[in-house]
């Protein structure tokens, strides 16, 4: 087991800061977004969708008009790669 992977997936600029979680959803297909997810840094709740994939696949982009900070919400359960 090494560090070097999980490294070199969040290196693209932008992190994730819904990463803590109590795990993966498998039953979630990634399809439905949420309208107005809570803003990871103020906890804001006007948020709107900006992009429905971000970096990777399973994120998509978000933009908070509280804080005005863009943040990347994780589409649980379809990983792939
Ligand atoms: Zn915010």
């Known amino acids: 087991m090494t560090e070097h992977d999980a490294h ?3 290196d693209a600029g932008a ?3 819904a990463r803590a979680g109590s795990g993966p ?3 979630e297909t ?3 977004l949420p309208e107005r997810p809570a803003c990871p840094f103020c906890d804001g709740r006007d948020t709107e969708l900006i992009s429905p994939f971000g ?3 399973s994120v998509a982009g ?3 008009r ?3 900070t863009g943040f990347e919400y994780v589409k ?3 990983a792939r790669r």
Request: with cysteine; hydrophobic share 25%.
């Open 25 to 27: 959803r498998p039953s």
């Open 15 to 17: 992190r994730s800061p």
């Open 76 to 78: 649980w359960g379809d």
């Open 8 to 10: 070199a997936a969040g």
């Open 30 to 32: 990634g399809e439905t």
């Open 66 to 68: 509280d804080c005005h």
């Open 62 to 64: 978000y933009w908070c």
């Open 55 to 57: 970096s990777v696949l």
